[in-house]
């Protein structure tokens, strides 16, 4: 199994802004992924982070905008850069225990842009 | 046409009940099938997580897929209050978590 942290778990930032999200998982993991959850959308996926070289972005999401750290097995952060409303979400960290053959969500960071 | 299509809800059923969640996709290629139960404020957790058409029981619950009307469901036996939750039904057409595609949750509210 594995256990995720988020921080911050919530924040209100004005427009124009960036945050940066931390996501600590208490054991080494190879797949980390980062999802973003918009009121009424179903939850969808930003990126993958790989340790050691640049994240994979699915389509619709850039790095300029969501730049993302993988320094080592256990921890990521997402960045969610020059913030407008439409940036208002929630995101979540998520990991792919291999062996376990399970999918482990954190408990999200509920953003705000004001 | 959404990829997968859920019903939002919400759904409100007396304890006890018998619930039934159900998804449609449109993607013929898709061949693993999951559930996630979300508690509000709290990240999603894996549920069942099936491979192609069949039923799969755990519990109190069981998935069910049926590929050749591309329609998934999971049922809940004696509902009890601690099942109101948004339940996300996904899919993907390789295994792992890479690319899934989700629906948009059910919400249920089991009441007492």
């Known amino acids: 199994s594995a256990v995720i942290s988020q921080k911050p778990s919530r924040d209100i930032c004005q427009r124009g802004t960036s945050l940066t999200i931390q996501c600590q998982v208490d054991?080494?993991?190879?797949?980390m992924f980062w999802y973003r959850q918009q009121p009424g959308q179903s939850l969808t996926l930003i990126a993958t982070a790989n340790q050691g070289s640049e994240a994979t972005y699915e389509s619709g999401f850039v790095i300029d905008k969501f730049p993302i750290s993988r320094p080592n097995l256990t921890f990521s952060t997402l960045t969610v850069s020059n913030m407008s409303p439409e940036d208002s979400s929630i995101y979540l960290c998520?990991?792919?225990?291999?062996?376990?053959?399970?999918?482990?969500f954190g408990p999200g960071t509920r953003l705000t842009v004001l | 046409q959404k990829e997968v299509e859920q019903d939002p809800g919400p759904l409100s059923v007396p304890e006890g009940a018998i619930v039934s969640l159900n998804c449609t996709y449109s993607n013929s290629a898709f061949q693993y099938f999951m559930w996630y139960r979300q508690y509000s404020r709290k990240g999603p957790e894996l549920l069942m997580y099936?491979?192609?058409?069949g039923n799969k029981e755990d519990g109190r619950f069981t998935a069910q897929v049926d590929k050749s009307s591309k329609y998934i469901s999971l049922f809940i036996r004696d509902s009890q209050p601690s099942d109101s939750a948004t339940y996300l039904c996904?899919?993907?057409?390789?295994?792992?978590?890479?690319?899934?595609?989700f629906g948009i949750g059910t919400k249920l509210q089991v009441i007492p």
């Open positions: 054991s080494q993991v190879t797949m």
């Open positions: 998520s990991v792919e225990v291999t062996g376990d053959d399970t999918q482990y």
């Open positions: 099936t491979y192609s058409s």
């Open positions: 996904a899919m993907s057409e390789a295994g792992g978590y890479q690319k899934v595609t």
